[in-house]
């Protein structure tokens, strides 16, 4: 009869990884380049546009109102503070933390999609008025689209979190939701710079 010995032990190997050692960290670096590509080509297209008209946006259309937009994009980047702090409490592994922090993230997507309904209604154009309206209209409605998958995602995460059982591996799932966030919210800054101030500025 063979005996087997074994090559490598792998009893000493960690159960819950982060960061780069995590598969799943991967993937969301992979759908964060994919979704950033697609944003820039929005942002190419608008550019492209505005080169082929004196006014912009050509009349008669208004520019686009700033009041709720400003505050939009200030509400986004301030919630990194309370994304900071879930992010730190699933690498100490501690659910009550995670509990509470995914609790109060979920309460801040949900006010920031709220927050993006006068995004659209400030634009003070239709979808379909013409090339400009069309190109402002789609960067806003990609980039909600991002900030909608984290509203649905961050609830789940807190159903999941507070009702159901929990394993080592969803602290690093809900690490990977906290890296997304910070892409999230910060990619919106230069497409509300794009969309509501550089009509006033180019």
Not at 100 to 110: D, F, Q, R
Not at 141 to 169: C, D, I, M, N
């Amino acid at each position: 009869m063979k005996t087997y010995h074994p090559i490598v032990d792998l009893a000493e190997l960690p159960a819950v990884t982060f960061g780069r050692r995590a598969t799943s960290w991967w993937g969301t670096v992979g759908f964060m380049v994919i979704e950033g590509a697609t944003l820039a080509v929005c942002a190419v297209v608008y550019l492209y546009l505005r080169k082929n008209y004196h006014e912009w946006p050509p009349a008669p259309v208004p520019l686009p109102d700033l009041v709720m937009p400003t505050i939009g994009v200030i509400f986004l980047v301030l919630s990194n503070i309370p994304n900071r702090m879930l992010h730190q409490k699933t690498r100490q592994l501690d659910r009550r933390g995670v509990q509470v922090g995914l609790l109060v993230l979920a309460i801040v997507a949900s006010i920031a999609a709220g927050i993006r309904v006068f995004d659209f209604r400030d634009l003070n154009v239709h979808w379909d008025t013409n090339a400009y309206a069309s190109a402002a209209w789609l960067s806003v409605a990609l980039h909600s689209t991002l900030l909608l998958l984290q509203v649905v995602e961050t609830w789940v995460f807190v159903v999941l979190l507070w009702f159901g059982p929990v394993e080592g591996k969803h602290f690093s799932d809900v690490e990977d939701t906290c890296v997304y966030w910070y892409f999230m919210s910060l990619v919106w800054v230069p497409i509300y710079f794009l969309v509501f101030l550089s009509p006033r500025l180019l």
